[in-house]
């Protein structure tokens, strides 16, 4: 089974300017901590930054030098046209899409959504329910042959910037709920969206040594005792 990861990001983000490429840990940024996770998983073929037009996004393709990845340039707005055309490059079974402004996505988690939509043939698109991980944890997965089956029922612009919402709602879409052993219901947001999300992030770094969600459970717990 051919597994792709893609990676969206994009230097002229609007909320925190450049938000995936900042130093968050030592001189790493989210995006360096993303692809040292994913270039060690075996399942996954290839894996990709898919970003927008090359002279604004140079500075992703600074980052990536040496690095195991492939980068493509695209649409600054249509981000759903990057997976497209890459998808249809590849013709992979399955697509993981990550986005590079969430440096805890958790392994684990991953590895799990993986395993399941192998096992369920009739599902083609999974994710977590939101309200079960923290955010910035997650991934989507989907299979190629979804993606482009129900392509065209939203050509809106809201679907063509959010890659996966011409799927969410389809027969063959699942939301799970992960093991309690591999999540935690401590509320927290991970992601790094705005100056807020920036400084709370590198703080984890700063204080927990390769951090993942129980990890920082444990650390914010034994700090409120």
Do not use: C, W
Not at 99 to 105: C, F, I
Not at 171 to 185: D, H, I, M, N, S
């Amino acid at each position: 089974m051919k597994i792709i990861l893609i990676i969206q990001a994009r230097v002229n983000s609007k909320r925190l300017k450049g938000k995936s490429i900042i130093p968050i840990f030592k001189t790493k940024s989210s995006l360096d901590l993303i692809i040292e996770k994913f270039v060690k998983f075996n399942d996954i073929s290839k894996i990709y930054v898919a970003t927008g037009p090359k002279y604004k996004n140079r500075k992703i393709l600074e980052i990536l030098k040496n690095k195991k990845v492939d980068i493509f340039f695209g649409s600054e707005n249509n981000v759903r046209k990057r997976f497209e055309i890459l998808i249809g490059k590849e013709n992979p079974d399955l697509i993981i899409r990550a986005t590079g402004d969430n440096p805890l996505v958790d392994v684990n988690l991953t590895k799990y959504l993986i395993k399941y939509i192998k096992k369920e043939k009739n599902i083609s698109y999974i994710k977590f329910d939101d309200r079960f991980i923290p955010t910035g944890s997650g991934v989507e997965i989907f299979r190629g042959n979804f993606f482009f089956k129900h392509l065209k029922t939203d050509n809106s612009s809201f679907a063509k910037e959010h890659v996966t919402y011409h799927m969410m709602k389809k027969k063959g879409a699942a939301y799970v709920r992960p093991p309690k052993k591999l999540t935690t219901y401590f509320p927290m947001r991970i992601t790094v969206d705005n100056l807020e999300d920036f400084k709370f992030v590198r703080y984890i770094y700063s204080k927990i040594n390769n951090p993942n969600i129980i990890k920082i459970e444990a650390f914010f717990k034994k700090l409120i005792k």
